[in-house]
């Protein structure tokens, strides 16, 4: 699905992804997990087309993506649910509008009842400001968006963003409900999302510490204990 | 009676002055600038309408349909043109500053080249003559005509923007234009479009401002610039619906000051402006967002 070969990268003149590493298979939900810092928002914003790729490989589905612009990466499967995620200015309804502006109108209403069925509280509140809402219903949108858009792939950056805990275990548990149907890569510091995950990478000043999965990364004591203080 | 033609007065002059300042909040919209020639772009929508009319014996209401198309290219151009350079900047803000001042200096002197410094004016029989008369007070035809002009206008301006595809995507870009990109929005052609827009409706403005502000000089974009500056920030940067309400506001205040303390009425913008920033800096319709 997303194969990720030495890449570098980074914000003007400062290199921030070191000859990084990274495989998504389809329907896999993979966290890449690091501190603050560490590059996985850059990583994110690379494979979307937001920020440059110096050097390396960025294939999707085999075919090299990296000289396309945002908008042909956007028209060709991939999403991005950036920290923010909404428009926080348009209602509910058009926020989620324009996860389909490429389809009929039909066919974009369909989707939209679609997501207030998964989301009901969302319905609720269609047609107020998306920036009224609280944080988690925020995020709910910003998935509702990309649901309607349906990508390939769907790059989340730290969804757990600025959200108290309760409304981390609610999104966590609305992202498992998608397990099995759509490929996700989850940017976060919050350990709390590995129970939705079947890989995970860690990313440590712009480069691969560990890809594996879930299984290998909690069996790993000594990972854990390097990088997020869990006994 | 005074009191009640200060009012319906301004109420029709406060609609052209909606559709004078509103170009100025589309463009501040489309790429967050302040465009110093907005007043320019104006002028040459007089301009416009007195060559049309002195050349061809074109209708005035005619000339602001035929300035639509025109004036949306070359705000469209203008924009692919500005907008990549601008971005590449390291202050965008202070570029675009200079950048549209010098626009306005060159349109200011190639508009007196052109034209010559004298004002030109267009004869009122050049639109509908009748007087517009309401609570025994008449008011003078250009007036009500531009009212009657700038109303539909307006409204398909806010029919394109808020009930078409377009439209959405233009606020979008509007809010967000990094997370317009990815959610697939072409950016730059919806904000050179919207710029476009913005440009238009200054152009249609311009048509009026002939008969409002008694004729077209080169010299006038400045100040034209600065009131509806003044009415933009009142309503909200970036609002166009608050932008209409202040230009209602702004239309009645003037005419209370014309009435009552007409060698004062000057002043309406600037203390608009001031009491604006003192009391509710985010403007009429500026909304405060909820944070967490």
Redesign the interface.
């Known amino acids: 699905m997303l194969e990720i070969k030495q890449m570098n990268s980074g914000y003007g003149p400062m290199q921030v992804l070191w000859n990084l590493d990274l495989m998504v298979n389809p329907n896999e939900v993979q966290i890449v997990l690091g501190a603050n810092g560490a590059g996985k928002s850059t990583l994110l914003k690379v494979i979307v087309g937001l920020l440059p790729l110096w050097s390396g490989s960025l294939l999707m589905d085999g075919d090299d993506i990296a000289h396309l612009p945002v908008t042909a990466r956007v028209k060709r499967g991939v999403g991005y649910m950036s920290e923010k995620g909404i428009f926080p200015e348009l209602t509910v309804e058009e926020n989620l509008r324009l996860g389909g502006l490429s389809k009929k109108r039909g066919e974009i209403q369909d989707q939209i009842d679609s997501v207030y069925q998964r989301f009901p509280e969302l319905k609720e509140r269609r047609g107020s400001v998306a920036g009224g809402l609280s944080g988690g219903q925020r995020k709910l949108v910003g998935v509702g968006r990309s649901l309607i858009s349906q990508p390939k792939v769907l790059l989340m950056d730290e969804p757990s963003s600025g959200l108290s805990p309760r409304y981390v275990s609610e999104v966590i548990d609305r992202l498992a409900e998608l397990r099995g149907h759509m490929t996700l890569v989850i940017a976060e510091q919050n350990i709390s999302f590995l129970k939705i995950a079947d890989t995970v990478s860690v990313i440590e000043g712009g480069r691969t510490r560990f890809e594996g999965s879930v299984t290998d990364f909690t069996n790993d004591d000594n990972l854990k204990t390097a990088f997020f203080g869990i006994e | 009676m005074l009191f009640e033609y200060a009012i319906v007065g301004g109420i029709l002059l406060g609609i052209f002055y909606a559709l004078l300042s509103v170009g100025l909040n589309v463009v501040f919209g489309a790429q967050k600038i302040i465009n110093l020639a907005h007043g320019d772009v104006i002028m040459l929508g007089g301009y416009a309408a007195w060559e049309l009319y002195q050349t061809y014996k074109i209708s005035p209401i005619i000339s602001t349909i035929i300035v639509v198309p025109i004036t949306v290219v070359i705000g469209y151009l203008l924009n692919r043109l500005i907008a990549p350079r601008l971005g590449k900047s390291s202050d965008p803000e202070m570029l675009s500053l200079i950048l549209f001042f010098g626009l306005s200096q060159v349109i200011e002197a190639l508009s007196t080249l052109v034209f010559g410094n004298a004002e030109r004016s267009l004869p009122i029989n050049s639109i509908p003559t009748s007087p517009f008369k309401l609570f025994g007070e008449s008011y003078p035809a250009d007036w009500w005509v531009s009212a009657l002009v700038a109303i539909p206008l307006l409204a398909i301006f806010l029919l394109f923007l808020y009930r078409s ?1 377009v439209g ?2 233009v ?2 870009v ?3 234009s ?9 950016a730059r052609r919806i904000s050179g479009l919207y710029f476009g827009v913005g440009f238009a409706l200054a152009a249609c403005a311009g048509v009026w401002g002939v008969f409002i502000f008694g004729g077209v000089s080169p010299t006038e974009g400045p100040a034209i610039t600065v009131t509806a500056f003044a009415i933009i920030v009142f309503g909200s940067l970036g609002n166009p619906i608050g932008t209409l309400v202040a230009g209602i506001i702004f239309g009645i205040f003037y005419q209370l000051a014309q009435v009552y303390v007409p060698s004062w009425s000057n002043l309406v913008p600037y203390a608009l402006v001031i009491a604006t920033m003192l009391t509710r800096p985010q403007g009429l319709f500026g ?1 405060r ?2 944070v ?1």
Do not use: H, T
Request: hydrophobic share 50%.
């Open positions: 595809s959405l995507q606020r979008a509007i809010s967000d990094v997370e317009a990109a990815v959610a697939g929005i072409n909304r967002q909820r967490a």
